[in-house]
């Protein structure tokens, strides 16, 4: 079955610290999306990726970034992690061109000590 | 400025009845709306849409409504099971011919939804 997973699930790192979280897709879509779901925010969109070497900024994108060098993986990356950044992250892929719906992953939870 | 908002953070429904989840928004560009349902320790699942050009879509026990004009949108859950209790998030969709961003979601804060045995 096709699926979406998410790695490492749970990281503890320190302030300054740069960090990637993986994220591989075996759906074949196209769009991948990265979000951060804090208490009292919901979900918001971190960077997006509608193809190949195409990456997009979110809502909230500062202190992040994103490279897709394939169809299957869209890993990010905190540059320098600030507790700030403590958060639970979810990667998702987009459907159809019309984004009708996405798919989620597990999600992983950053803490940022 | 939130564009989506879901103004209860929590219900508590008893087993068998109905769940009626609300979902306001500001945007009038949105169009096309989805319902996502999470559990604990997982990903949020993708439940119910609708397009902006109808008023209702029903899909078993859940059905959504929309009414435009009001700018408000609302999941019915009947029977509401236990199995039901989770996160509840509202998003919205800005039509790409106006400026929206292909497949980019916007999200409520989620209401927790609790069905009572």
């Known amino acids: 079955d096709a699926e979406i997973t998410q790695s490492p699930r749970h990281k503890i790192t320190e302030t300054g610290r740069q960090v990637t979280l993986a994220c591989h897709q075996t759906?074949?879509?196209?769009?991948m999306f990265w979000y951060r779901q804090d208490l009292g925010h919901g979900l918001r969109l971190i960077h997006y990726?509608?193809?190949?070497?195409?990456?997009n900024k979110g809502e909230v994108s500062d202190g992040y970034s994103v490279s897709r060098s394939n169809t299957e993986d869209l890993p990010l990356t905190l540059e320098s992690a600030a507790s700030s950044q403590t958060s639970v992250y979810f990667c998702?892929?987009?459907?159809?061109?019309?984004?009708?719906?996405?798919?989620f992953g597990p999600g992983t939870r950053l803490t940022v000590l | 400025d939130q564009q989506v908002k879901q103004n209860s953070p929590s219900l508590s429904v008893q087993e068998g009845r109905i769940s009626i989840l609300n979902c306001d928004y500001t945007?009038?560009?949105?169009?096309?709306f989805l319902w996502y349902k999470k559990y604990p320790a997982e990903g949020p699942t993708f439940l119910i849409s609708?397009?902006?050009?109808?008023d209702k879509n029903e899909d078993g026990r859940f059905t959504v409504f929309l009414n435009k004009s009001a700018k408000h949108l609302s999941l019915h859950i009947v029977p509401s099971q236990p199995g039901d209790s989770a996160v509840y998030f509202c998003?919205?969709?800005?039509?790409?011919?106006?400026?929206?961003?292909?497949?980019?979601?916007?999200f409520g804060k989620g209401t927790k939804l609790s069905v009572k045995p």
């Open positions: 998702a892929t987009g459907v159809d061109r019309m984004g009708n719906k996405q798919f």
């Open positions: 759906w074949n879509h196209n769009n």
């Open positions: 990726s509608y193809g190949v070497h195409d990456t």
């Open positions: 945007n009038s560009m949105f169009d096309y």
């Open positions: 609708i397009s902006s050009i109808k």
């Open positions: 998003a919205a969709r800005v039509d790409m011919n106006y400026g929206g961003s292909q497949g980019n979601l916007i």
